[in-house]
């Protein structure tokens, strides 16, 4: 049964953004705060998290705060979640989105890199949801991860990052599965998301595809849709379900449009 989004719903909601300096991050940031939730910002760098909460509370956000951190380190998931607990007196929202920078490349045998990109992409998310599970609990909560067609269907030049989004897939799939068979009052919910146009993004397949690239304000504003009406999955675009599909129904013409989607020459 679907559930219809009002966003009256969001007005006070508690929630936590990492990855909202800038992207999809911020562009979440912006949507929670006109629908007047009490928002914590995560990221690294500090004066475009004080910008973006700047912008937050002249948008209408009940509260806006920021606390700097890098999800590299072992500490900095968990001084996250306490601040946002403290500062917020709870949590109704965790939303995970924020990602280390990685090469757009083909795979070079750089095993610290990817070991790093893990750290970051995924082993903070695990930390963070762990520790803020009990909250999430008491709030009747939403734990919202931002993922990728990528974790889906791998694509090539992108080895290390898609390993990140096929292992938050698997570990929030299998957790999805645990609340509800423990009856839990907490959604997880697991975005699909195709290419955004993001500043990161564009950058990197600037002139090496034409695959098209969706405005990163609607996709914000359809994860945070698809956290407050508590859906286990969101595509955004529609059609990243497809390619999702098609790599196990159609496997030969998915890999020839796969490698031919790329200017490429050895
Ligand atoms: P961006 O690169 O624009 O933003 C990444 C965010 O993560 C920034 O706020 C950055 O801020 C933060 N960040 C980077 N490294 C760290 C770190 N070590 N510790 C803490 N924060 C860090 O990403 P997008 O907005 O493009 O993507 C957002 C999400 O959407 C990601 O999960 C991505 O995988 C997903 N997605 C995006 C697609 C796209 O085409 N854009 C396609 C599919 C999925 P700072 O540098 O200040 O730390």
Not at 11 to 24: C, D, E, M, N, P
Not at 41 to 70: M, N, P, W
Not at 187 to 202: F, H
Request: some cysteine; aromatic content about 12%; overall charge neutral.
């Amino acid at each position: 049964m679907s559930v219809q989004f009002c966003s009256e719903s969001l007005k006070g909601a508690r929630v936590l953004v990492t990855g909202a300096s800038t992207g999809i991050g911020e562009q979440m940031a912006y949507h929670y705060a006109r629908f007047g939730a009490e928002i914590v910002i995560t990221a690294r760098r500090e004066k475009a998290l004080q910008q973006v909460v700047e912008k937050c509370l002249s948008l209408g956000a009940q509260k806006a705060l920021y606390i700097a951190a890098d999800m590299g380190s072992e500490s900095d998931p968990d001084k996250v979640v306490d601040f946002a607990l403290e500062k917020l007196g709870g949590l109704d929202y965790l939303v995970l989105n924020h990602i280390g920078p990685t090469p757009f490349s083909m795979w070079e045998g750089d095993v610290e890199h990817t070991r790093w990109l893990m750290k970051v992409n995924f082993f903070s998310y695990v930390q963070m949801s762990w520790k803020t599970l009990p909250y999430l609990e008491q709030s009747k909560g939403s734990l919202v991860i931002v993922s990728s067609v990528l974790g889906k269907m791998p694509s090539p030049f992108t080895a290390p990052y898609a390993s990140t989004k096929f292992a938050l897939n698997g570990f929030f799939g299998s957790l999805y599965h645990e609340l509800a068979m423990r009856r839990s009052n907490v959604s997880v919910s697991i975005c699909t998301l195709g290419l955004i146009d993001t500043e990161s993004a564009m950058e990197k397949v600037r002139g090496v595809t034409k695959i098209p690239a969706y405005p990163a304000t609607d996709a914000a504003l359809s994860i945070i849709r698809t956290g407050a009406t508590r859906q286990q999955e969101l595509y955004y675009p529609w059609f990243t379900q497809f390619l999702s599909y098609s790599k196990d129904w159609l496997p030969s013409v998915t890999n020839f449009v796969i490698q031919n989607s790329y200017n490429y020459s050895p």
